[in-house]
């Protein structure tokens, strides 16, 4: 009989609460949270899309713009559910708040289109809000003395693993898109990446290796040691000709000099002076662009160093794009095979990867919603009202 009790005073002050007339200025904020919320959704799904559509430059120079575009989606989705808890809490009526969840989840279809992938995403996130909601308003009105964060924290965790499930389908459906271009195939993706990678690789590992730098300012001053280190681990035996790499520098500039081809005078005092004691070497050909004087030892020796790699490129063409040509090749040749089951291997990595760090995103979107209440508390948005309870309880006569 108690527990029928209960049950009907929950579902009368529910009723009454839902159906209260709200005054103009109330109407106002509930629009307003409820705005400010859509459009935060749609930050997040535009950001989740740059990341998904562009991915990450993992180059030299781009560490700073790569740290942000990861953080963008992440924060804004944190962000987002703070929003969603908070008008849970504060706003009564029921067909607002599930307005507000319904049309900034169908965000989605905005940014990924319509297919059985996206309408899933939308799915689970509308229900993930839901289940949320539910469990914030019960934690707000079982409670006596009322604090956001505990009200918040109720279902974080799950509401996170929900928007992770969302993003790893979204992610598994950019992988298995058959309208996406040569560049933006599974091949391509990751050939760009494992070359960024690569070619960051290179850069600590060789002080003369820049990915800006033309193939044949590579094959002057770094191939002979490139090829040495990073044949063998691409399964290649592959030298740079000989004949090019011992050529007697100073010899050659000398004879130039004496057909008139170029002037004593003109060239650098460094190059003269290193000439003069014998320690001329080809780095010091490239930064005096003197490459034109071995046009005929650079041709060979592009040549035998691109069909080697079993690549074509030209030698004006910069070192980190043929290092993504040959990264793709012989990405090809081992993937080609196994590439029906990567979308998925890739995404569930993904979804473990995203999952390990919910804790995580429950802390941002707890200090969110706190610094938003205390913003909302101190600007008289919302206010705390105390009211008086009668409870039936039963005891001994």
Known sequence: M??????????IKDKVTS???????????????????????????????????????????HVISSLVTLLFPVLSFCLWVALVG????????????HLTYFTSAALVFVFFGLSVYTLLVFVFISLGFLFFTRGVRKERDDRIKFHILNCIKVHLLFTFLICVLGVSILFYAQLVNQERTDDEKISSILAGNLANITNLVLESQFETYNPDMTLDEFILTGAESFVENVGPQIGEEVKVEESFQQQELQEEIQKAIDSGQIKREDLPPEIL???????????????????GLFTEQLSQARDDFLNQMGIEATGDEKIGSVIKKLVATKLDE????YENIIPPVLAVT??????????????F??????IIYMILLLTNFVVIRKES???EVAELS
């Not at 108690?2 to 579902?11: C, G, I, L, R, T």
């Not at 705005?35 to 799904?45: K, N, P, R």
């Not at 081992?334 to 095979?337: K, L, N, R, V, Y």
């Open 2 to 11: 108690k527990k029928e009790n209960k049950s009907k005073m929950k579902e």
């Open 19 to 61: 159906k209260k007339e709200l005054s103009k200025g109330q109407k106002i904020k509930t629009a307003s949270m409820a705005f400010v919320t859509f459009g935060i959704g749609l930050m997040s799904w535009y950001a989740l899309f740059r990341v998904l559509k562009n991915g990450i430059k993992l180059e030299s120079g």
């Open 86 to 97: 908070l008008i849970a809490v504060f706003i009564n009526k029921k067909w607002v708040r």
């Open 273 to 291: 002076v290193k000439m003069e004691q014998g320690r001329l070497e080809t780095k010091d050909i490239v930064e005096a662009e003197l490459t």
């Open 334 to 337: 081992g993937i080609a095979s």
């Open 350 to 363: 993904l979804f473990i990867s995203l999952a390990i760090f919910n804790y995580l995103y429950s802390i």
């Open 365 to 370: 979107a707890a200090i969110f919603a706190l």
């Open 389 to 391: 309870r009668e409870v």
